[in-house]
T-cell receptor, first 112, second 114 residues
Framework: SQQGEEDPQALSIQEGENATMNCSYK?????LQWYRQNSGRGLVHLIL?????REKHSGRLRVTLDTSKKSSSLLITASRAADTASYFC????????????FGKGTLLTVNP | GAGVSQSPSNKVTEKGKDVELRCDPI?????LYWYRQSLGQGLEFLIY????????KSGLPSDRFSAERTGGSVSTLTIQRTQQEDSAVYLC????????????FGQGTRLTVV
């Protein structure tokens, strides 16, 4: 079963606009991560936010976490055509279990 | 190695044949994951090796699927008597178990069962 559920499933925007993707999860987490996938192959880690953090930035990426709502958002500012990819959130439960469970992803298309 | 390596990158097999997919994780990474991804879909968890603990096999879809990890390093995912519905990209990832669980992915093996 999948822990995370991203929405929207697909998002199409123009270059320069901001893109916001959301992730909801069901059970308590230790960490939440966002990954990017190009062309249906290997995923690349973007950013990790811990359960005791509320916001994190990395370059044009901003991630928020609301543990009371069991949700996270990924904001990409000033999008570029090269940002076109699928974006996935992943969670782990911590403790002695670091198994990563992924959502179904959001397909982002940035039009030049 | 520099990254997670998977082989082969592509595999076409006839229905009913057995296949073995290989994953070489990053040296020193004690956690290793196998996922399956069908076209346009999310990642389906298959199996998780965590250090010397018993692997979490809860995601294996049937008893035709098995995986092992020898010496805490290389892992092999075996699919016996392949079916057309097994066609997918099989992704392997590894990570350290230090609390920061960033996973590093290989480029996957695209399996096509004809």
């Amino acid at each position: 079963s999948q822990q995370g559920e991203e929405d929207p499933q697909a998002l199409s925007i123009q270059e320069g606009e901001n893109a916001t993707m959301n992730c909801s999860y069901k059970t308590s987490i230790n960490n939440l991560q966002w990954y990017r996938q190009n062309s249906g192959r290997g995923l690349v880690h973007l950013i990790l936010i811990r359960s005791n953090e509320r916001e994190k930035h990395s370059g044009r990426l901003r991630v928020t976490l609301d543990t009371s709502k069991k949700s996270s958002s990924l904001l990409i500012t000033a999008s570029r055509a090269a940002d076109t990819a699928s974006y996935f959130c992943a969670t782990d439960s911590g403790g002695s279990n670091y198994k990563l469970t992924f959502g179904k992803g959001t397909l982002l298309t940035v039009n030049p | 190695g520099a990254g997670v390596s998977q082989s082969p990158s592509n595999k076409v097999t006839e229905k009913g044949k057995d296949v073995e997919l290989r994953c070489d994780p990053i040296s020193g990474h004690t956690a290793l994951y196998w996922y399956r991804q069908s076209l346009g879909q999310g990642l389906e968890f298959l199996i998780y090796f965590q250090g010397n603990s018993a692997p979490d096999k809860s995601g294996l879809p049937s008893d035709r699927f098995s995986a092992e990890r020898t010496g805490g390093s290389v892992s092999t995912l075996t699919i016996q008597r392949t079916q057309q519905e097994d066609s997918a990209v099989y992704l392997c990832a590894s990570s350290q178990m230090t609390g920061a669980t960033e996973a590093f992915f290989g480029q996957g093996t695209r399996l096509t069962v004809v």
